[in-house]
């Protein structure tokens, strides 16, 4: 590099190392006082989360599949953290332009908002309201932008301008400790001005950030204080014991295994799949659930109501379509909860209705059969989940349980709405991304122990783990060696056709590699398919299968 462009280059890089500086400062303003002015409004303005929700409604399904697959219960950490860097991205990119150009800059910043406001309004529920806290964010984040981009100008000016933010080249004095030590090829009187005067700026600006991101603080406080209320009403709630007890899971539901899944799965390991960034916070006393649409009779119920009506308590294995072979989207609880169909009854629901649309208090739609609620199976307007009220992760107060069917056309969480109407009328928010509006369980087996890439040693070894096709029941369990002969495995007890079973089989293991596969046949004597299909439109299928070495 010559020794004139040298200066130049570093000149650039100051006006750009300036401006996405600015421009990241003032996006943090921007945020700060959007959260501040949310926290007095409730969370649904906050624009982080309401971007984040509308691009968890925007994602193409395959994208959402993927997130789902590789992030699992993480997949909302990661998509937060995915729109704040692009945000920062695009403030520093505001940033520079705005050194150029103000009106540039300025443009870029309402881009960013106008995004944003877009976000708030076409969130299910929102009013126009929930625009005001991105829009004031905005307006201060410009006047920061402004502020910094000014104040740092004339740094752009003149060739040799020192670099805020580089390290001094070796062929340049280092400054003085204090700093504004005049420095060969400067105007001496301007340059240590004009960089204080941004330092200051900065530093003012900087400390707005910080007190935004305080309110921030504040604001999450809040909301974590408002969910600690419900947090509170749920811990009050006490639910009565159920009228009609299905059977009790028997006492051989249960191998002894070790390292195989749970017959029953608790609370806090069962899997959570939803849209929801931040979970909805229902109080049991404000929450009703309207029935209407094609009903002779409109109903419209409280919590109280609700547990004044006959419950039921029973051991039912619900499962995700999005559950790939193998995986871990499925769990097996015992649900307390109202009859789904005496509820329909007593609506009466007119000729010619085929759907159940049902909507979360977050606005999550849900389409389910009339005739599958009505045909005898225990379809429960759930409360409770082994032995307490729902957790607010599962739906408290009250969610849909209904034995057979995918959740994503049966288990709606934080219920409070059913439409009686049509399939042909009305599609659910998951049917209207491309899966199918009919979903019962497909047949799943899974291979718990040995893990996969697991070293056994030679001798009789232990296969196990469970199997599930909910409301046909699980008939048989079958493993194979490599493309040896299936072996029938013993199955565990079970309280009926909703739940998966525990299997084992006891492998006679020689020294090598070996492919392990499980398979299993419905109730009704159909075999698990063998072809992989992928989860989209309506659940995957193929046998798990895992590789293992003996020694
Ligand atoms: N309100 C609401 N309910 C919902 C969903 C949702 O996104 N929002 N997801 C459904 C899906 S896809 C599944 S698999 C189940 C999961 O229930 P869980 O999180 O209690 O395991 O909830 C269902 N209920
Ligand atoms: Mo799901």
């Known amino acids: 590099m010559t020794h004139s462009r040298l200066p130049r280059l570093r000149a650039a890089l100051t006006v750009a190392a ?17 959260q501040l002015v949310a926290a007095a409004g409730g969370p649904s303005g906050e624009p982080v989360i309401a971007v984040g929700g509308a691009a968890i409604d925007l994602t193409p399904v395959p994208v959402k599949d993927f997130a789902i697959q590789h992030f699992g219960s993480n997949d909302k950490t990661v998509l937060i953290a995915g729109i704040l860097v692009v945000l920062a991205i695009l403030a520093m990119a505001s940033g520079i332009a705005a050194r150029r150009s103000r009106g540039l800059g ?30 004031v964010g905005v307006i201060a984040g410009a006047l920061v932008l402004l502020l910094l981009v000014r104040a740092a100008a004339p740094a752009a000016a003149p060739a040799g301008a020192p670099s805020l933010l580089t390290e001094p080249s070796a062929a340049q004095p280092p400054p003085s400790p204090g700093g504004s030590q005049p420095r060969p090829g400067m105007s001496p009187a301007a340059r240590p001005l004009t960089r204080r005067r941004f330092l200051v700026t900065a530093a003012a600006a900087a400390g707005v950030a910080a007190a935004g991101v305080a309110a921030a603080g504040a604001a999450a406080g809040q909301v974590l204080l408002r969910r600690f209320s419900v947090a509170a009403s749920r811990a009050r709630t006490v639910l009565p014991a159920a009228r009609v007890t299905g059977p009790a899971a028997p006492r051989g539901a249960q191998l002894a295994v ?12 069962f899997y959570r799949v939803d849209t929801a960034l931040s979970l909805p916070q229902v109080p049991p006393e404000q929450w009703r659930l309207r029935v209407h649409g094609m009903v002779e009779r409109e109903l419209d119920i409280t919590f109280a109501d609700l547990l004044k009506r006959p419950l039921t308590e029973a051991d039912i294995t619900l499962a995700c379509v999005s559950n790939p072979v193998g995986g871990p989207y499925v769990g097996n609880a015992r649900w307390l909860g109202a009859s789904l169909a005496a509820l329909l009854r007593e609506a009466r629901v007119r000729r010619g209705a085929d759907q159940i649309l049902s909507t979360s208090a977050d606005g999550w739609t849900c389409g389910t059969p009339i005739e599958t609620v009505l045909d005898g199976r225990n379809a429960l307007l759930a409360v409770g989940m082994n032995g307490e009220p729902l957790p607010v992760a599962h739906g408290f107060p009250a969610r849909m349980v209904v034995p057979g069917l995918f959740g994503y056309v049966s288990a709606t969480k934080w219920v409070v709405d059913l439409e009686i109407t049509t399939f042909s009328a009305q599609h659910a928010y998951w049917v209207q991304r491309g899966y199918s509006a009919q979903a019962p369980i497909k ?9 996969p890439l697991a070293q056994v040693k030679a ?6 783990g469970v199997a599930w096709a909910p409301h046909r029941g ?16 013993r199955l565990a007890a079970v309280p009926g056709i909703d739940t998966w079973r525990q299997w084992a089989w006891s492998w006679d293991a020689t020294p090598g590699l070996h492919q392990l596969q ?23 299928t193929g046998w798990d299968t895992i590789a293992v070495t003996v020694t």
């Open 106 to 135: 300025l443009a870029g910043l309402a881009v960013l908002g106008a995004l944003a406001v877009a976000a708030a309004l076409t969130r299910p529920k929102a009013g126009p309201a929930d625009a005001i806290p991105a829009v």
């Open 258 to 269: 070790p390292g195989i899944t749970p017959f029953t799965t608790t609370d806090g390991s």
């Open 443 to 451: 047949t799943g087996s899974r291979i718990d122990v040995p893990k």
């Open 18 to 34: 300036t401006g996405a500086l600015a421009g990241l400062l003032a996006a943090a303003v921007a945020l700060g006082i959007a």
């Open 474 to 489: 699980i008939g048989a369990v079958q493993v194979r060696d490599g493309s040896g002969p299936w072996h029938q495995a």
């Open 518 to 540: 499980v398979r299993a046949v419905d109730g009704t004597g159909a075999v698990q398919p063998s072809q992989r299909v992928p989860v989209v439109p309506n659940g995957a």
């Open 459 to 464: 001798g009789q070894v232990t296969v196990a």
